[in-house]
């Protein structure tokens, strides 16, 4: 582990940081057309926050995710994402993420949780990438790989939408006061 590595990934002083849905992004990138494409698209997210204690081991995680905000520049492929055969975002208009956990790993923090969309709750691995200050708040870059879309039920499309999904999240959260 590089002293660089530490620095971008140092958890940010004990409290409550409050996420800011204008200054955060999920990037979502999966494969179409029997895996010769691939779709990038972007949720917005509604709410979240980190909770850091100290110790840090009753640190938390919470964030929900518009699933109806699914945008891949293709208001078709948009339409179809969202309706019943796939992500049903009128039954289901939230995925959210809770952690249960926390690890470090040589130069990665990995966020144990669960993902709960489609009405299924999937355990999860989030690898945050970076974590540094800015502003008055901290700006988090993590990553969740090969999300499996058939064990959230979501098995629609099959062939045209591929299995496996890749989630970026860029969020950035101030301290809540």
Known sequence: MTDETRATTDLPPAGTYRIHPEQSTVNYTGRHMFGLGTVHATFRI????FHIT???????????????SFTSGNAKRDQDVRAAGL???????????????????RD???????VTAHGVTVPV?????????ELQGIRVQARAKHLDRYAFGVTGA????????????????????
């Open 158 to 177: 099959k062939g045209m939408v591929g299995r496996h999904l890749d989630l970026n999240l860029d969020v950035y959260a101030a301290p809540d006061e």
């Open 125 to 133: 691995e989030v690898i945050v990438d970076r974590i540094t200050p």
């Open 108 to 114: 990665h923090w990995l966020l144990s949780g669960d």
């Open 54 to 68: 100290d110790p840090t081991t009753a640190s938390s995680v919470t964030v929900s995710i518009d699933a109806n």
């Open 87 to 105: 992500l049903d975002t009128a039954t289901y208009p939230e995925i959210a993420f809770a952690s249960s956990n926390r690890r470090w790993d």
């Open 46 to 49: 509604n709410s979240g926050q």
